[in-house]
């Protein structure tokens, strides 16, 4: 679902349990985004299945996996 979205859209915006004071923080600037994912973010369903389910951080064509400005 997300490729086919990402192709329709400038920016992606996903949320984990953050603020909406902190969301905001970060979306009108006020506050530079940083972080890492615990996970990947696979770009496609042969990214998936390409993926071994026991090793984590091994999937070849992921999303960023880290908050950047």
């Not at 770009?43 to 996996?65: E, H, L, Y």
Request: glycine share 6%.
């Amino acid at each position: 679902m997300i490729p086919e979205l990402a192709a329709h859209a400038d920016t992606l915006v996903a949320t984990f349990g953050v603020s909406d004071e902190a969301l905001m923080d970060v979306l009108t600037g006020r506050v530079a985004p940083r972080g890492r994912l615990p996970f990947d973010l696979p770009r496609s369903m042969a990214a998936v299945d390409a993926s071994r389910q026991d090793v984590p951080f091994d999937t070849v064509a992921r999303s960023s996996g880290t908050a950047t400005a």
